[in-house]
């Protein structure tokens, strides 16, 4: 087990922690703010990348900049919700069942959280080392990934190595 593999477990081991202490509510609508604002930042990048009032001519650059404002603004506002239904879960007196129910949301997130990285890593040398190919969880982390690549935009999915 190298350090690329004990990283893994403890992002894995961090994220079911956390959903076990925030409870299902939190931790669905936390895990439904990052897709959805991936979702709609691919979407929105092309909108608002025009409106934006910086002076980037490269289009790429221009596009995640556009991606990263609408990023944002869904996370937060989805997180905000999430932290107001739970709130109302708990006042009802559902906690006990919301916390077991969070941390298998927590390991969702956690691998959500993994493929992105891993999508990251691709756009880099990282995968071609050594580091990374005797990790026991590099070939698992790939085929999430790779099977995450549709979600990623075209501009920046054809950027993308494992090889």
Same mark, same amino acid.
């Given at each position: 087990m190298n350090t690329l593999d004990l990283i893994v477990v403890l992002v894995l081991i961090l994220t079911v922690v956390r !959903? *076990?202490?925030r409870g299902m509510v939190d931790t669905l609508f936390s895990l439904a703010a990052w897709i959805l604002a991936f979702m709609l930042g691919k979407w929105g990048a092309l909108v608002v990348a025009p409106l934006l009032p910086i002076g980037i001519e490269s289009p790429s650059i221009r596009y995640f900049a556009g991606f990263a404002v %609408?990023? &944002?603004v @869904?996370?937060? !506002? %989805? #997180? #905000?919700l999430g932290h107001a239904l739970a709130t109302l /879960?708990?006042? @009802?007196?559902?906690? =006990? +069942?919301? $916390? %077991? &129910? =969070? =941390? /298998?949301? !927590? #390991?969702? $997130? =956690?691998? @959500?959280? &993994?493929?992105? #990285?891993? *999508? +990251?890593?691709g756009l880099t040398s990282l995968p071609r080392t050594d580091f990374w190919k005797q990790a026991r969880v590099s070939g698992s982390l790939q085929a999430m990934a790779q099977r995450a690549m549709p979600l990623v935009p075209a501009d920046v999915a054809k950027y993308i190595r494992f090889e």
């Open positions: !959903g *076990l202490m %609408v990023f &944002l @869904v996370l937060i !506002g %989805v #997180l #905000l /879960v708990k006042a @009802v007196g559902l906690g =006990g +069942a919301d $916390k %077991v &129910l =969070g =941390g /298998v949301l !927590g #390991l969702a $997130k =956690g691998l @959500v959280i &993994l493929i992105g #990285l891993t *999508l +990251a890593a």
